[in-house]
């Protein structure tokens, strides 16, 4: 699960950091949702914002890589500062907190990065509907990467089963 977290090691490397629920806050009528599921920049895990403390959070709910191929076992948190969460699995860490709006289509907040178990502070930028910005930021300099909205999380039908219902 590299791309959710990958962005703070390049803010480590390069000195800056780049990665559905009812809002308690209203929008500008002219800025869209972060409300959803949004694919990673790296295709490698979903992450689903919702409305949580008067803000929003993004919490893991898909990996594309959920078993650990060293041990066999779900991905965990080995990298968590707090010794007690290093065996918790990735699927439902909160990535993304604390956000608050800061203009239209913008949040501000932190995001945890699970690579290196440590929480920047950082933005999301929504870019249209379909689109928005995960940005980390390291001394007051942003990068980040852009995130895609899953549209929808079901599983296709197998091949060969009927669907029931009207015709």
Known sequence: MKS??????????CG????SGVFAFAL???AQSPSGVWL?????AHVRIAGCGGGICGTIVWLKDPIDRQT????VDEHNPDPGKRSRPLLGVRVMYAMRP??????????????????????????????VKAEGCLIGICMGETWQRVQSTARPAHRGTKAHGKT
């Open 102 to 131: 800061r203009g239209a289509g913008r949040w501000t907040g932190q995001f945890y990065n699970a690579d290196d178990g440590k929480t920047y502070e950082g933005n999301l930028v929504v870019l249209g509907p379909d689109s």
């Open 40 to 44: 990673t920049g790296d295709h490698d």
């Open 16 to 19: 800056i950091f780049g990665i």
């Open 72 to 75: 066999g076992k779900p991905a």
């Open 28 to 30: 500008p009528a002219h």
């Open 4 to 13: 959710a977290f990958r962005m703070a090691s390049l803010a480590l490397a």
